[in-house]
């Protein structure tokens, strides 16, 4: 049973970073792409950026050129830099591990973790 467990999140103003890290446990790690996703109250989880195996990357159109996802598979462990942070980014973030199709679309394989939560407030 592969164990999610997200962290990082906190309070940041508008226009700066935060680093979100995500520790998966198990071999499923290695075997897929992960992602991360966010949830706003109300809101369906949403899909922020991906990774796969290979490295390649995906993001949202609105978080596209400011967070960046990275993986260390040494560690099992994956990260979203989140730079220029936005009023609008404030959410609940949480990390998967994920299929990636070939049209580029993700889908969500394990259990969900705890999430972490941004908030952005100067």
């Known amino acids: 049973q592969v164990q999610l467990v997200e962290s990082g999140g906190g309070l940041v103003q508008p226009g700066g970073s935060l680093r979100l890290s995500c520790a998966a446990s198990?071999?499923?790690?290695?075997?897929?792409?992960m992602g991360w996703y966010r949830q706003l109250p109300g809101k369906k989880r949403e899909l922020v950026a991906g990774?796969?195996?290979?490295?390649?990357?995906d993001y949202a159109e609105d978080v596209s050129g400011r967070f960046t996802i990275s993986r260390d598979d040494a560690k099992n462990m994956v990260y979203l830099q989140m730079n220029n942070v936005k009023p609008e980014d404030a959410a609940v973030y949480y990390c998967?591990?994920?299929?990636?199709?070939?049209?580029?679309?993700?889908?969500?394989?394990?259990?969900w973790g705890q999430g972490t939560q941004v908030i952005v407030s100067s």
């Open positions: 198990g071999t499923i790690f290695r075997d897929n792409a």
């Open positions: 998967n591990a994920v299929f990636r199709d070939d049209d580029g679309r993700y889908f969500s394989l394990r259990t």
């Open positions: 990774i796969t195996k290979s490295g390649l990357t």
